[in-house]
């Protein structure tokens, strides 16, 4: 779980559930070593139902210790395209006592563009169970706002792309201002990707994002190092930078 920084003060923390693979001969495997294959092969199936309940039952395992956290999970395309998708993730929300609104799912846009009426079709049904929408590595797709329109989305992730340079590249604050510009006119949450160092935080607050990710806010870690990062991190308090 890798937690996110929220520059306002809200009431809950939000974290990404990143799936992590060690191999007993190998050790760890990068998801990108492995994700792409099992796309290929529909085996990303078996792993997102996987990775969706774990993150569900640990969600409401916090959530019933009295931790307000919210979980992130990555859906592929193909997990898109799986009719029987939204009634699995509601089962899986019943069985652990998980609210739907704790859970986030994030899609990329090239996700939607296969097939397009049948993965919008499964967006809707998705977000009547009541988790939000999120749409992932936002900026590095071709289509975006044509797309973005359609898709019953309530945040947008920017792609780390735009925010590892922010403070060097004019064109890429640009960018990521005139996105989070776009992005509250409709209606929807910013998160900018890949945040390592408190620079370029503070300036992603002035450009008005509402959430932070990245190595300097926390790197992924286990369920229980999260518990840990969030009673000991002043990044763990919403609006932290504002008052130091
Ligand atoms: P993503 O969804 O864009 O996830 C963010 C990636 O950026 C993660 O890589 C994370 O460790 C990395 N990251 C976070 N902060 C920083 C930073 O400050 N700097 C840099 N350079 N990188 C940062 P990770 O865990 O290796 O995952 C890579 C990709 O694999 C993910 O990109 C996602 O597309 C995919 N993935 C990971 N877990 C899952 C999963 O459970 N299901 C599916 N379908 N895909 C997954
Ligand atoms: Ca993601
Ligand atoms: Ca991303």
Same mark, same amino acid.
Request: proline share 5%; with cysteine; glycine share 8%.
């Given at each position: 779980?890798?937690?996110?920084?929220?520059?306002?003060?809200?009431?809950?923390?939000?974290?990404?559930?990143?799936?992590?693979?060690?191999?007993?001969?190998?050790?760890?495997?990068?998801?990108?070593?492995?994700?792409?294959?099992?796309?290929?092969?529909?085996?990303?199936?078996?792993?997102?139902?996987?990775?969706?309940?774990?993150?569900?039952?640990?969600?409401?395992?916090?959530?019933?210790?009295?931790?307000?956290?919210?979980?992130?999970?990555?859906?592929?395309?193909?997990?898109?395209?799986?009719?029987?998708?939204?009634?699995?993730?509601?089962?899986?929300?019943?069985?652990?006592?998980?609210?739907?609104?704790?859970? @986030?799912? %994030?899609?990329?846009?090239?996700?939607? !563009?296969?097939?397009? *009426?049948?993965?919008?079709?499964?967006? +809707?049904? &998705? =977000?009547?169970?009541?988790?939000?929408?999120?749409?992932?590595?936002?900026?590095?797709?071709?289509?975006?706002?044509?797309?973005?329109?359609?898709?019953?989305?309530?945040?947008?992730?920017?792609?780390?792309?735009?925010?590892?340079?922010?403070?060097?590249?004019?064109?890429?604050?640009?960018?990521?201002?005139? @996105?989070? %510009?776009?992005?509250?006119?409709?209606? !929807?949450?910013?998160? *900018?990707?890949?945040?390592?160092?408190? +620079?370029? &935080? =503070?300036?992603?607050?002035?450009?008005?994002?509402?959430?932070?990710?990245?190595?300097?806010?926390?790197?992924?870690?286990?369920?229980?190092?999260?518990?840990?990062?969030?009673?000991?991190?002043?990044?763990?308090?919403?609006?932290?930078?504002?008052?130091?």
């Amino acid at each position: 779980y890798q937690p996110k920084y929220a520059f306002a003060a809200s009431t809950a923390l939000s974290v990404e559930a990143l799936v992590r693979w060690v191999h007993p001969q190998r050790g760890f495997v990068p998801p990108l070593a492995f994700i792409p294959f099992d796309e290929q092969t529909g085996y990303i199936r078996r792993i997102t139902l996987w990775v969706l309940e774990r993150a569900i039952r640990q969600c409401a395992d916090w959530n019933r210790a009295g931790r307000a956290v919210c979980v992130g999970v990555n859906l592929s395309a193909r997990d898109l395209l799986q009719h029987d998708l939204p009634e699995a993730f509601e089962a899986m929300l019943a069985r652990h006592g998980c609210a739907a609104c704790w859970i @986030t799912l %994030e899609i990329t846009e090239s996700a939607v !563009l296969d097939e397009p *009426a049948k993965a919008l079709a499964n967006l +809707a049904r &998705l =977000r009547a169970t009541g988790c939000a929408l999120s749409i992932d590595d936002y900026g590095t797709g071709y289509s975006s706002l044509s797309y973005v329109r359609q898709m019953p989305v309530q945040e947008l992730k920017i792609d780390r792309s735009f925010v590892m340079n922010l403070l060097a590249s004019p064109a890429d604050e640009i960018i990521v201002r005139s @996105t989070v %510009e776009l992005a509250h006119d409709m209606g !929807l949450t910013v998160t *900018a990707e890949g945040v390592e160092t408190e +620079a370029i &935080l =503070r300036r992603l607050g002035v450009l008005g994002c509402d959430l932070a990710q990245g190595y300097f806010i926390g790197r992924p870690m286990t369920a229980g190092d999260l518990e840990g990062w969030m009673d000991s991190s002043p990044w763990a308090v919403p609006g932290h930078h504002r008052g130091d």
